[in-house]
């Protein structure tokens, strides 16, 4: 067994859209992904998740995948649209009985269920009333949550509002990579807070005795490229939209100064401090989906990967280095102790908070062999690397809970389609055969013996 302490959570993650497929079922009504990943020339490869890994009929299998890998606790994410199918109206008792069916699945197997209840598919009817960019839909997610954990509170105790409001702002209403796939400039700002108050008003409606409720960031260490003035200040200024702008409000109940004037968002937010109370409401615990560190620089620093220019709002002159690291086939640089840095700087936040890795993995073109194996050896060696820092930071004292490998399966890799692979277990799309690659074993070998 690992020296991990008794009762650290091991688990694996997916999300709905990334998964599910069974896009028109039971009821379930269209997501801005669904509309996002149908309009040519958003993703990558043309696909889209209408089928995926059909996880949605393939669920009991996948569950028992995932016990049979040591694991003993699955992050899954709620689709709104098939709770609500329009987003503010009636209950769709079909999407709710689905989810009753995974949890339920889950507990006869072992494995706690970790509930995300917004992984990104907002249903489209809220997206064409204005999307994150008004206050109402804070409002009806609060609703959606609240008929939610009504329904299946008996069966799932650990709750996540959102995952990576970030990306949902940013990449969303920013710079269009994702779904609803706008460009708002500054304007994205008002996704950002409308996220944090849909998050803080969600809590509330879930606080009871018995449920443990937290959020899934995507915080991630920010270095300067050189010890410049100017890159110090580019440094500050990505810390500021990556991760202050998330980070304070949730624990600290104020926004960053600085990034408001960056943006020259000041007098839009300053009509909303009475929304801070209800964004920093306690949490019991707070998530960290962690991939890579970032380098930036100003753009007459050492650019040697000047990269994609970023559209972020308060972004400009402002660039990722190349530090020379290995990447994965994202593009992203593998550092392991950066996981350590990003902890530390999120406990020195909030001292006491209980904190999960909720996401970790790596992509790579992994190849089938003749015998149909798939010997994927530099993810196996991502994950080692990273469960290592894990350890130490617990052994430094850290209140590290536990640790979810992004993910269980090969899915829908969002903007990038079916061509990025990150699961633990391989999946063949034509015919949906599952295989435990080399590293899905491995972790297997590292929990059990
Ligand atoms: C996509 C295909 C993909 C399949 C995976 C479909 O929705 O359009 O490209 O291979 O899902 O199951
Ligand atoms: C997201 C996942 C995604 C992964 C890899 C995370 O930001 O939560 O949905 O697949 O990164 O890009
Ligand atoms: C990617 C997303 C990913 C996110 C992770 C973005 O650059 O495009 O797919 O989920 O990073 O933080």
Not at 37 to 65: F, K, M, N, Q, W
Not at 308 to 323: F, I, M, Q, R
């Amino acid at each position: 067994m690992t020296n991990f302490p008794d009762g650290f959570v091991w688990g694996a993650a997916t999300a709905s859209y990334q998964v599910e497929g069974a896009v028109s079922e039971d009821g379930r009504g269209p997501s801005i992904w669904d509309t996002f990943a149908h309009t040519p020339g958003r993703i990558a490869d043309g696909s889209t998740g209408d089928v995926a890994d059909d996880h949605y009929h393939r669920y009991a299998e996948d569950i028992r995948l995932l016990a049979s890998l040591g694991l003993t606790a699955y992050r899954f994410s709620i689709a709104w649209p098939r709770v609500i199918p329009t987003g503010d109206g009636a209950t769709n008792p079909a999407g709710l009985d689905f989810y009753r069916r995974l949890a339920e699945t889950c507990l006869e197997h072992g494995v706690t269920p970790y509930a995300t209840l917004y992984h990104w598919d907002l249903p489209q009817p809220l997206e064409d009333a204005g999307g994150w960019l008004v206050r109402d839909t804070a409002e009806r997610f609060r609703d959606y949550a609240a008929i939610t954990h009504a329904a299946l509170s008996d069966v799932i105790k650990n709750w996540m509002t959102l995952n990576e409001p970030w990306c949902s702002a940013f990449l969303g209403y920013g710079n269009a990579e994702h779904a609803p796939g706008r460009t708002e400039g500054a304007s994205a700002l008002k996704a950002v807070h409308h996220l944090l108050l849909g998050h803080g008003l969600a809590l509330r409606a879930l606080r009871s005795p018995e449920t443990s409720i937290g959020i899934a960031l995507n915080p991630a260490p920010v270095y300067a490229a050189s010890s410049s003035e100017a890159d110090r200040d580019a440094a500050r200024r990505a810390d500021g939209l990556r991760n202050r702008l998330f980070l304070d409000p949730l624990l600290l109940g104020k926004y960053p100064s600085d990034v408001l004037e960056d943006t020259g968002m000041t007098d839009w937010f300053a009509q909303y401090d009475a929304d801070l109370p209800v964004i920093s409401t306690p949490m019991d615990f707070l998530g960290v989906n962690y991939y890579c560190p970032q380098t930036v620089a100003a753009p007459d620093g050492p650019i040697t990967d000047p990269g994609k220019p970023s559209t972020l709002p308060g972004s400009e002159n402002l660039v990722a280095v190349d530090t020379g690291l290995e990447r994965t086939q994202m593009g992203w640089p593998i550092q392991p102790s950066s996981l350590g840095d990003v902890l530390r700087m999120v406990n020195d936040l909030a001292p006491d908070l209980p904190l999960y890795v909720t996401e970790n993995g790596a992509a790579y073109p992994d190849e089938v062999t003749a015998d149909g194996q798939i010997e994927d050896t530099e993810r196996r060696s991502y994950l080692e690397q990273h469960i290592n820092v894990c350890q130490q930071v617990i052994s430094g004292g850290l209140p590290l809970k536990g640790y979810f490998a992004w993910t269980l399966m090969d899915n829908f890799e969002w903007s990038f389609g079916y061509s990025r692979r990150f699961g633990l277990v391989h999946v063949d799309y034509q015919t949906q055969a599952r295989t435990i690659k080399h590293s899905g074993h491995w972790l297997r070998d590292y929990l059990t013996t």
